[in-house]
């Protein structure tokens, strides 16, 4: 047998741990990539000219707000201007945000006139993450129009964004911490135990502490980079020329467009299976028209001419009034519970237990129940399974040429055709 060399103490073994391995690295084992990561050095950027870099992210609100009686974390879509640290344009989503949620951020964050102005403009870059809503065509085709380069950062890289990840990171420490509901993503190690007295704030009065919020940061805070400058000031003092775009242009490249070519007819324009009308398309039947849209707001559509002319906005016909969608709501929400408690039971009753062994013998199966419960389960799938409500059976198929050949099992259960055996049916 080799000799091997005696085990070092623990003391000695945790010594030589920290002699070989970084704090970084020490970090990462015990807590994570994100733990190292915060002992890593970056270089940092230099600073450039208003208007030259954006970067745009969501981040979440670690706090629950009424919207229209369902208590939800919102989530905030917002763009930085990274020479100046000013805020140009942000919009808030009660629930996960899609490419809307950005094309509606953009649109504030590119126009200068009240009430977005004065900072903003066409940006020549924007830094983003993979996201799907950012990737998608209909951003993607956004940004290229308004000539600005997109750069798609590699995932799980929130440090080659810092400006972004940094406002997310201040306006959690100095805003939603002091909201009511604010609940922080990582526990306190001693929990507070009183109970929340303050109700929770509506969506209305969030988007207003959140605007003010964003005011506040560029007109009085003074960030260190800027060496105690204001982000409007500093904005102000930057002699870069700035490209402005009519509010009209904006609103048309911020809407997607669906390649199509549509006719106004007697019920107004068809789009997606729904009709729209509108009062300004009287005397206008025959029109070709282009449809241009915002992603998920179905309640009405812009209607422009081949050439790119902005027509009019149509509605949709026949909307269901409030009460009819508070009905579909419960509905769809009393059907959602009903199918999880299903499938749970279902899940359930396929789990097969097994008695344990203590001789070589064969598996025995703990699944015993009467005659009786076994019938009314059987019942009760029969009556839910589709393939036996359909009858296949109930019309045979008619009797083959003769010069078929056909097997003898098949030909029983076939009946004689109309007319003659060598009639062929349709079925």
Known sequence: MPLLDPVPSLPTFLRALRRDLTAG???GYRHGPEAARALDVFAKRPRTRRNHVWEADHVQAPLRVDADGDLVAPYVTWFIDCATK????LAVTPATPTRASILAALRSAVLRTDPYGPVGGLPEHVRFDRGRDVLSRTVTTALTALDADITVLPPYSPHLKGSIENLNHCVTRMLFAALPGYTPKKPRRRPDRRPQTAPPLSFTAFTEELLAWAQWWNTEHRPAELHGATPLEAWQADPTPLNDVPAHDVWTFTL???????????HGVR????DYIAGWMTGQAGLKVTVRFMPHH????ELCTPHGRHLGTAYLVDQATEEQLHALRRTRARRARRLRADAKAAEQLRHTRFAPATEPGLPRRLDAMTTTEASQELAQHRESDLTTLALPDLIPPAVP???WATPEALKARTHPAEGGADTQSCL
């Open 25 to 27: 690295e020490r970090a």
């Open 401 to 403: 040429p003769a010069d």
């Open 298 to 301: 179905t309640h009405e559509i």
């Open 256 to 266: 997607e467009d669906d390649s199509r070519t549509r006719t106004i007819t007697s």
């Open 86 to 89: 000013a805020i140009t344009g």
């Open 271 to 274: 789009f997606k299976n729904r």
